[in-house]
């Protein structure tokens, strides 16, 4: 069965960059489209950001300042997260779902979890 470890959460300053990292384990994630969400305090769950197949989708809010990127060999999937901001401080969590996502779709089309890392972004 598939496994999520998400890393590189932290506390960074607004304007600094981060890179989150979704490791997998149990198979490989050729075969997946991995997706990232966030959650804030006392908000709802929200999609950040989504690679399937070759394709890459952001939300409005994080065009231009985040990237995601997978490397197969690692098995592994990244948010490059650049010029962050107050508003980004969140748990952040990536998902898995077999096959092909088109957009950035709802958190119950994901089957696999990881367990969130946080990001807080404070001066």
């Known amino acids: 069965q598939l496994q999520l470890v998400e890393s590189g959460g932290g506390l960074v300053q607004p304007g600094g960059s981060l890179r989150l990292s979704c490791a997998a384990s149990g198979e490989t994630l050729d075969y997946y489209a991995i997706g990232w969400f966030r959650q804030a305090p006392g908000k709802e769950r929200e999609g950040v950001s989504c690679?399937?197949?070759?394709?890459?989708y952001y939300a409005d809010s994080m065009k231009g300042r985040f990237t995601i990127s997978r490397d197969n060999a690692k098995n592994t999937v990244y948010l490059q997260m650049n010029s962050l901001k107050p508003e980004d401080t969140a748990v952040y969590y990536c998902?898995?779902?077999?096959?092909?996502?088109?957009?950035?779709?709802?958190?119950?089309?994901?089957?696999?979890w990881g367990q969130g890392t946080q990001v807080t972004v404070s001066s």
């Open positions: 998902a898995a779902v077999r096959g092909i996502v088109v957009g950035i779709v709802s958190e119950y089309e994901y089957v696999y």
């Open positions: 690679i399937s197949s070759s394709r890459r």
